[in-house]
């Protein structure tokens, strides 16, 4: 057996390995993550192994053994270095996809180096020097023996001061130097994103129900127990305190806490709730963090100057020395799921990462993700549950508006009449209104605006997607029809795909009401650095009456005088070609209601819809989870759909349309057949469906096609993926084509 080993943890050190033979009394014990002592040149040094193969990559009489284990504790790079070896057992990629996925990357940045002189003998020497300097005409030196002998005893001047007011050359500097008379300190410094952040005192205390959450996690840490909780909390109800006490006892206890939070949640007035609690012990990382500010952050938590860090996904990998806690705030946002190779889920890799640390994991949402409740259901997780909001504030009442009847009525707006009555009512009161138009996923369904009818599959109980061509496809079995003309339900004329985006809302509110302050919050209006913030700030400053946005504005966001909140088209995100389409939607709709009534004030919540009926909208009026997930998960027990069933999702990707269409067939053999060899060793069912283009089949002149497996094991899928990946390594005819897998999608492809 060989192992590979790196010998410098560095992001663009990573692909060059070295290889070494495994010796017979540590073939046991060598596993991706070990630290070792292996022979270097005429030195031994020290390596991490990330890979155990019994390929050798040259001659295994010339391939040198380890020396032997590295004794001592485990270091946080070994424990990412066997983390990345999990993702890549469990999500499929090469180990360098994954390495490159936990460790921080440094680009070529400059470091932040602050210089300082200070003398290095006494005053009394120094002033001789100084007139020594002056009999010489020595100005430059003389001037800056001056000034060190004038700052207090063991002062110093920066090095800027010196070379910028006092006109002083380096090489004025370095003779003095080198003659023993100053020193030059130099010291390299972090950047930090917060440091110019201030914050007010905090001074929340935690209600019974919070605190009796914090008890029972409390509770189980000290009793050794080491779980995966998830708290289910209706919107307003002070999750975020929770967390913070938990976070609290874990630093009392000497050790760290990542807190995940979506990026597009992870606002200024989120930030400083955590600074006013925890000062300069927290930092963040964010996509719009440069790469040295980025860095410098990995760079602090390993060197123990910061105790929290908050951020979106990447800061899961954040190398903590004592990691004791994980918090996933927003758990069920699709975004913690990565969109590129390896497709690993947060949620699963924070787990396992809790599990190496000794530490715990805390999920958070309103609207639980429907794995997560699932898992609680049957014992994986622990549920703790806020039922009511901070002060007994009432949920918003909920209404839903029918689009059928308004155009049945002559109102063609997107505006209904009881929308528009509410809007003038907190106008005339001096409240605030955010209107939530639901573009997430839009993929080109249909639907009739007179009877609300949607063209489904037929076979899989998911919309169609329309297509330029005229076809309308399903893009989990590829069964297709000729787009309709007329509504198949009704017969109306009005049937078409949903076109209306944010600026011409804007534009039709803003005549509606000409008086009215708006702002727009969009990925056209938040491209420039800041303008997130700027938008948030100015509505928090009541500087608008009426915000309109995107999902954007509906996530965690605290605005105390806004009384009504509108959603525009509840149907958009219901019908696309997605299974998880009910899930998205109903957290949506929730979220969305959850931006009303958070002040003293009582709130309103209109959805407007074409489809009243449907259970999704029906719950979410009532804001009842309970009520949803039941009706959901009967759903996907029917389908055979996550989390009752596994899914697995592979990608054939390549610039020639018949080396794809070719690749995906063999990629369907080989899967069938390692499929068949599973059951007949007495494994469950397994399903394969495709292969069949990908919803868009063709991006930047790469053709995609996709193949779903669904089995109630998820080792079977992971048996399938390796099956694939060991037929396809060194097979020639696969060389331009790219095969990639996605375990339990959270979107189509």
């Known amino acids: 057996m060989y192992a590979n080993v790196i010998v410098d943890i560095s992001h663009e050190k990573l692909d060059k390995t070295f290889q070494y033979s495994i010796p017979e009394e540590l073939t046991d014990s060598i596993r991706p993550g070990v630290c070792v002592d292996i022979p270097f040149g005429s030195r031994t040094i020290t390596g991490y192994v990330i890979e155990v193969t019994d390929e050798a990559e040259f001659d295994p ?41 936990v460790i921080p990357v440094k680009k070529a940045t400059k470091e932040l180096v602050s210089r300082s002189i200070v003398l290095k003998i006494n005053k009394i020497k120094a002033r001789a020097q100084l007139a020594l300097c002056e009999a010489k005409n020595q100005k430059a030196k003389a001037r800056l023996l001056r000034a060190l002998i004038e700052t207090d005893e063991g002062g110093s001047l920066e090095y800027s001061f010196v070379t910028g007011k006092l006109s002083v050359s380096p090489a004025a500097i370095k003779a003095l130097e080198k003659s023993g008379f100053i020193e030059v300190i130099s010291e390299t410094g972090y950047r930090n994103p917060v440091e110019n952040l201030n914050a007010k005192a905090y001074d929340k205390v935690l209600n019974p129900m919070q605190q009796q959450v914090v008890d029972t996690i409390d509770a189980d840490v000290k009793n050794g127990q080491r779980n995966t909780y998830l708290i289910k909390g209706v919107t307003g109800s002070g999750k975020t305190e929770v967390y913070m006490e938990l976070i609290a006892h874990c630093i009392e206890a000497g050790r760290q806490a990542i807190v995940l939070i979506p990026e597009i ?5 989120t930030v400083m709730r955590f600074i006013a609690r925890f000062g300069d012990r927290v930092s963040i990382i964010n996509s719009r963090l440069s790469n040295g500010e980025r860095y410098d952050q990995f760079q602090r938590a390993k060197k123990g100057d910061i105790d929290i860090m908050i951020g979106p996904r990447s800061a899961l990998y954040t190398p903590f020395s004592n990691l004791g806690l994980i918090i996933i705030d927003e758990e069920h946002e699709n975004s913690y799921k990565s969109e590129s190779v390896p497709r690993y889920h947060a949620r699963e890799v924070a787990i396992e990462y809790a599990r190496m640390n000794d530490a715990i994991v805390v999920l958070g949402s309103a609207t639980p993700s429907v794995d997560s409740y699932y898992k609680a259901q049957i014992g994986k997780y622990k549920l703790l549950e806020l039922t009511n909001r901070v002060d007994d504030r009432p949920l918003p009442e909920c209404e839903v508006v029918d689009l059928r009847e308004e155009l049945r009525n002559g109102n063609r707006s997107i505006l209904s009449i009881r929308l528009q009555e509410l809007m003038e009512e907190r106008l005339e009161k001096g409240q605030q209104t955010m209107l939530f138009l639901n573009r997430r996923g839009m993929s080109g369904f249909m639907s009739c605006r007179a009877c609300g009818f949607v063209v489904k599959c037929p076979h899989c109980d998911v919309s169609l997607s329309q297509h330029n061509d005229g076809r309308m496809v399903c893009h989990y079995c590829g069964y297709t029809q000729p787009v309709p003309k007329v509504c198949p339900g009704c017969g109306s004329k009005y049937i078409s795909g949903f076109k209306a985006g944010t600026q011409k809302i804007e534009n039709i509110v803003s005549r509606r009401f000409p008086d009215a302050r708006i702002l727009r919050m969009d990925y056209d209006t938040t491209r420039a650095k800041d303008s997130y913030e700027k938008i948030l700030q100015a509505f928090a400053n009541q500087e608008a009456d009426i915000l309109i946005g995107t999902q954007m504005i509906v996530k965690g966001h605290d605005f105390p005088n806004v009384t009504l909140v509108g959603v525009l088209a509840a149907d958009m995100s219901l019908h696309v070609n997605d299974f998880h389409a009910a899930e998205r939607t109903f957290a949506l709709l929730t979220q969305a209601a959850g931006r009303a009534g958070r002040g003293k004030l009582p709130g309103n919540v209109v959805i407007q819809t074409y489809d009243p009926d449907n259970y999704v909208i029906k719950t979410a009026k009532e804001q009842d989870y309970e009520a949803f997930y ?80 669904k089995t109630s094991q998820y080792t079977s899928l992971v048996q399938i993926k390796d099956g694939i990946e060991t037929a396809i390594k060194d097979n020639d005819k696969t060389k331009n084509v790219t095969v990639s897998f996605d375990f339990n999608p959270v979107s189509g492809f």
Do not use: C
Request: charged residues 20%.
């Open 630 to 709: 039941a009706q959901e998960i009967e759903y996907r027990q029917m389908m055979h759909y996550p989390p009752v069933w596994n899914m697995l999702l592979i990608h054939i990707t390549s610039d020639d349309e018949d080396a794809a269409a070719k690749q995906a067939e063999y990629v369907y053999t080989l899967a069938s057949d390692i499929a068949g060899a599973i059951k007949d060793s007495g494994a469950s069912r397994i399903q394969l469906i495709g292969p069949a283009d990908a919803n868009i089949s063709k991006v930047n002149d790469i053709y995609r096609k996709v193949i779903y497996i």
């Open 265 to 269: 949640a992870l606002t200024y007035q």
């Open 61 to 101: 009489q010339k391939t040198r053994p380890i020396i032997g284990i590295k004794p001592g504790s485990v270091a946080v790079e070994a424990k990412l270095i066997a983390l990345a070896a999990w993702i890549r057992k469990n999500y499929g990629s090469t180990m360098n996809q994954a390495l490159k996925t």
